[in-house]
């Protein structure tokens, strides 16, 4: 889930993305949970700390992206590449 941290800290003060990542993991145990929930209610929850609208979309096109690559929204994947 640091991969959403990181996507949350996008031009927002710490107290405020700190505040809405906690609020994602709340809400979404895991990337397949989170994959599942719609643009709206992920918008919904970080509108509060800022570019809700382009932080939803760009969360729900990475795991979608990684989903269509790996056939599951998770980035086990990386065990296996080389460093």
Do not use: H, W
């Amino acid at each position: 889930m640091e991969l959403i941290f990181i996507i949350c800290s996008i031009q927002t003060d710490e107290a405020k993305y700190r505040q809405t990542y906690r609020k994602i993991l709340r809400q979404y145990r895991s990337f397949e949970s989170l994959a599942c929930a719609s643009t709206d209610e992920l918008e919904t929850i970080i509108a509060p700390a800022g570019l809700g609208v382009q932080k939803a979309r760009g969360i729900k096109n990475l795991l979608a992206e990684i989903t269509a690559e790996y056939d599951k929204p998770s980035l086990a994947f990386l065990k296996e590449l080389s460093d």
